[in-house]
């Protein structure tokens, strides 16, 4: 069986970044050691750093002190004024990229625009960036949304960092009949735009698709999304043990990729497993 790894897969700037911080603090900030939130979405690399003592708390309500890792999705910037009135040392490893689009979403308020963050009105990127502007903003989510929307004047865009570029240009497509001016900041990363062409080329090569990542990450879900529009036999795994043998048969190639918050012995090990079926 051939198996390959996507050229551009795994983790990413941001989460090698946040994860560095966080195990940095062992030892040399005050305990304990919390993130606020899953520092990444994958189960496994969470329960790895509890391990290590680094805990993940719900909101600033269960840590009085210590020290709390505000983690590279970001946050409503109010949650660091509050952890700083409770005493916490602050690590903050907002990923950078996501930090552009938090300040272009508060310029565009400032310049008068009505902002439009292009993104999934859940996830705690968006509510951050939401939150940067005040919440003056609409979220939306694809070109359904807009529909709904009364036309505007002006209208300003920012993008949560990982959505597809082509959302994105639907949505502005569909905007465009609605104002008479649109300034966009395109805060989409390098790394999510890298990871899904590399993963939309090997799925139209391989027979079969493996996506590895947390259930619950976003960015792994979208590289699913994307494979499974060139390749039906897709699978979003967490781990080699989800692997079924029957999946593989007639199957002669089989692709791997991963989201930006997987480990890399994880993936590892889900080529071992494939390449003894
Ligand atoms: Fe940052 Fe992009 Fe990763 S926004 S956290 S480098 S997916």
New binding site residues.
Partial sequence: MKVKVAKEAGY????ERALKLAQEAVGKLPEPICTLGPIIHNPQVVDWLKGKGIVSVDSLNQIDKGTIIIR?HGVDPKVKIEAKKKGLEIIDAT?P??KKAQHCARKLIEEGYNLVIVGERNHPEVIGIFAYAGGKAVVVENVKDIKQLSNFKKVGIVVQ??QPIENLKKVINALIPKTEEIKIFNTI?D??VKRQIAARNLAQDADLMLVVGGKNSA?TSRLTQICAEVNPKTYHIETASEIKKEWFKGVNFVGITAG?STPNWIIDNVAKVVKKL
């Avoid at 990413?12 to 989460?15: E, F, K």
């Fill in positions: 990413c700037y941001g989460v590279s990923c990229f996501v960092t990982t990363c790394a999510t960015n930006a």
